[in-house]
């Protein structure tokens, strides 16, 4: 059986943390599935063969339109000879993107021509996520609360991304000149949601948005999103809440075995991280890991990227090797909450967001090199992407799930460079994770 012959789903993760998130949720699912850091040739294919699902992390969140034309249409061409039943473009569940940076407008109408769709069926709602989608709106959790996303305390203030839309059907009309029509809470429910719906499809070209806002809401859409796929690939995009909402119609399809056990993998005797979010969510975490047997190590950005680069590099990994050298686990960021942002100034230099990034994953890569650390964090959904490129691996694979925080998962990474292959890292979002997100991937725990 060749690799191409088992595929349930293949998908482009539009930043790292994201792309970790939908691994996360189908292998916990008992759905195998790897995950590429760029197109495998044929002999790192085949390794994977067992796999239902084959995810290729990218960094379309953080890139402009022109960047999405060049760069995902080979790469949906390439999932497209996958011949997988079901291609999802993922994106991220508070849906933060703009007209040029992170378009999902634009990378719905690359799909949408390549698969050759009269219209693309988007799904964001993930209550496991505490995302919801209701008539059309979209709902976030923070802090115990939920906000209509446009009133979020933190996407509402996204430093690249701000939301101040929470319906998504407006919100689209800003990327693009496709027209969204709404699969809404009512309709799902109703005794002829079928008939309802393939009227609502029938005429529609452009997108076609699915609400939930529960269980048995996102039961109804992954039932409608598995009927209404089509024979040579359907493309569709949104949250990982179209796995979540996929799982409920393979379960009842037979097509997957449930949930799967993994064994704790042990608390690791220290860990390095790199964090490059501003989120007042890492903030905590950085905070809390502190306090609980990190020595912590605040970078400067600006110095960072500035005249002496190489210099300030040198004196953060050598901040770092000391408190590994004393036996602690370390942490290095760049921002320690939204008031410590130094995105403004940050933006003035040309490129440098993607830079800060490779950075962060070059000072990483140098404490596990000199330090054979076994595991490791990269914190910040951007800054993840462009970090591990650093790191030279070429594919990971589910560790360890996180139920407790679901999009964060302890990973296994595969490549050919000896230091990093086998290493255990994670990749954390600026949202995601309790305050003790740190100290539990330490110390090897679900939660």
Same mark, same amino acid.
């Given at each position: 059986?060749?690799?191409?012959?088992?595929?349930?789903?293949?998908?482009?993760?539009?930043?790292?943390?994201?792309?970790?998130?939908?691994?996360?949720?189908?292998?916990?699912?008992?759905?195998?599935?790897?995950?590429?850091?760029?197109?495998?040739?044929?002999?790192?294919?085949?390794?994977?063969?067992?796999?239902?699902?084959?995810?290729?992390?990218?960094?379309?969140?953080?890139?402009?339109?022109?960047?999405?034309?060049?760069?995902?249409?080979?790469?949906?061409?390439?999932?497209?000879?996958?011949?997988?039943?079901?291609?999802?473009?993922?994106?991220?569940?508070?849906?933060?993107?703009?007209?040029?940076?992170?378009?999902?407008?634009?990378?719905?109408?690359?799909?949408?021509?390549?698969?050759?769709?009269?219209?693309?069926?988007?799904?964001?709602?993930?209550?496991?996520?505490?995302?919801?989608?209701?008539?059309?709106?979209?709902?976030?959790?923070?802090?115990?609360?939920?906000?209509?996303?446009?009133?979020?305390?933190?996407?509402?203030?996204?430093?690249?991304?701000?939301?101040?839309?929470?319906?998504?059907?407006?919100?689209?009309?800003?990327?693009?000149?496709?027209?969204?029509?709404?699969?809404?809470?009512?309709?799902?429910?109703?005794?002829?949601?079928?008939?309802?719906?393939?009227?609502?499809?029938?005429?529609?070209?452009?997108?076609?948005?699915?609400?939930?806002?529960?269980?048995?809401?996102?039961?109804?859409?992954?039932?409608?999103?598995?009927?209404?796929?089509?024979?040579?690939?359907?493309?569709?995009?949104?949250?990982?809440?179209?796995?979540?909402?996929?799982?409920?119609?393979?379960?009842?399809?037979?097509?997957?075995?449930?949930?799967?056990?993994?064994?704790?993998?042990?608390?690791?005797?220290?860990?390095?991280?790199?964090?490059?979010?501003?989120?007042?969510?890492?903030?905590?975490?950085?905070?809390?890991?502190?306090?609980?047997?990190?020595?912590?190590?605040?970078?400067?950005?600006?110095?960072?990227?500035?005249?002496?680069?190489?210099?300030?590099?040198?004196?953060?990994?050598?901040?770092? &090797?000391?408190? $590994?050298?004393?036996?602690?686990?370390?942490? %290095?960021? /760049? @921002?320690? #909450?939204?008031? =410590?942002?130094?995105? !403004?100034?940050?933006?003035?230099?040309?490129?440098?967001?993607?830079?800060?990034?490779?950075?962060?994953?070059?000072?990483?890569?140098?404490?596990?090199?000199?330090?054979?650390?076994?595991?490791?964090?990269?914190?910040?959904?951007?800054?993840?992407?462009?970090?591990?490129?650093?790191?030279?691996?070429?594919?990971?694979?589910? &560790?360890?799930? $996180?139920?407790?925080?679901?999009?964060?998962? %302890?990973? /296994? @990474?595969? #490549?050919?460079? =000896?230091?990093?292959? !086998?290493?255990?890292?994670?990749?954390?979002?600026?949202?995601?994770?309790?305050?003790?997100?740190?100290?539990?991937?330490?110390?090897?725990?679900?939660?």
């Amino acid at each position: 059986m060749t690799v191409q012959d088992n595929l349930l789903l293949s998908y482009y993760g539009d930043d790292l943390t994201g792309s970790t998130d939908v691994m996360e949720a189908l292998a916990a699912n008992g759905v195998e599935t790897v995950l590429f850091m760029e197109v495998p040739d044929e002999p790192l294919l085949k390794r994977f063969g067992h796999c239902r699902t084959i995810g290729l992390a990218g960094t379309s969140r953080s890139e402009t339109p022109d960047w999405m034309e060049e760069n995902l249409t080979p790469a949906f061409r390439w999932l497209k000879s996958l011949n997988a039943a079901i291609c999802h473009y993922k994106v991220c569940s508070t849906f933060d993107s703009s007209p040029k940076v992170g378009n999902i407008g634009k990378a719905v109408e690359i799909g949408k021509a390549l698969f050759r769709q009269p219209y693309v069926p988007v799904l964001v709602g993930a209550p496991q996520l505490k995302r919801y989608t209701t008539f059309g709106h979209l709902f976030a959790a923070y802090q115990g609360e939920v906000y209509r996303i446009d009133r979020h305390p933190v996407m509402s203030r996204h430093p690249v991304t701000p939301m101040a839309e929470a319906d998504l059907r407006l919100h689209m009309k800003d990327q693009t000149a496709l027209k969204t029509e709404l699969v809404d809470l009512s309709i799902l429910a109703a005794a002829d949601t079928d008939r309802r719906i393939d009227a609502l499809c029938e005429t529609a070209d452009g997108m076609v948005l699915f609400d939930v806002d529960s269980p048995e809401s996102q039961a109804h859409a992954g039932r409608q999103l598995w009927r209404l796929k089509r024979e040579g690939g359907w493309f569709v995009a949104g949250s990982s809440g179209v796995e979540y909402a996929l799982l409920t119609a393979w379960n009842s399809a037979g097509l997957v075995n449930g949930p799967t056990a993994f064994p704790l993998p042990g608390k690791a005797d220290r860990i390095a991280v790199v964090s490059g979010s501003v989120s007042p969510t890492t903030e905590r975490q950085i905070r809390h890991a502190t306090q609980n047997g990190f020595a912590g190590v605040n970078l400067d950005p600006l110095e960072l990227l500035g005249e002496n680069s190489n210099a300030t590099l040198e004196k953060a990994v050598n901040a770092g &090797l000391e408190g $590994l050298k004393r036996g602690e686990s370390v942490i %290095l960021n /760049t @921002a320690l #909450g939204p008031s =410590a942002d130094r995105g !403004g100034d940050i933006d003035r230099i040309p490129g440098s967001r993607h830079r800060l990034g490779r950075l962060l994953g070059t000072i990483l890569r140098r404490l596990i090199e000199e330090q054979h650390l076994t595991r490791a964090v990269i914190a910040g959904g951007d800054t993840s992407s462009h970090a591990l490129k650093e790191l030279h691996v070429q594919a990971l694979t589910t &560790l360890l799930p $996180l139920p407790q925080t679901p999009g964060s998962p %302890l990973c /296994t @990474a595969h #490549g050919t460079h =000896a230091p990093t292959n !086998g290493l255990q890292i994670a990749f954390k979002g600026g949202q995601v994770g309790s305050d003790g997100y740190f100290s539990q991937i330490r110390d090897g725990l679900q939660g």
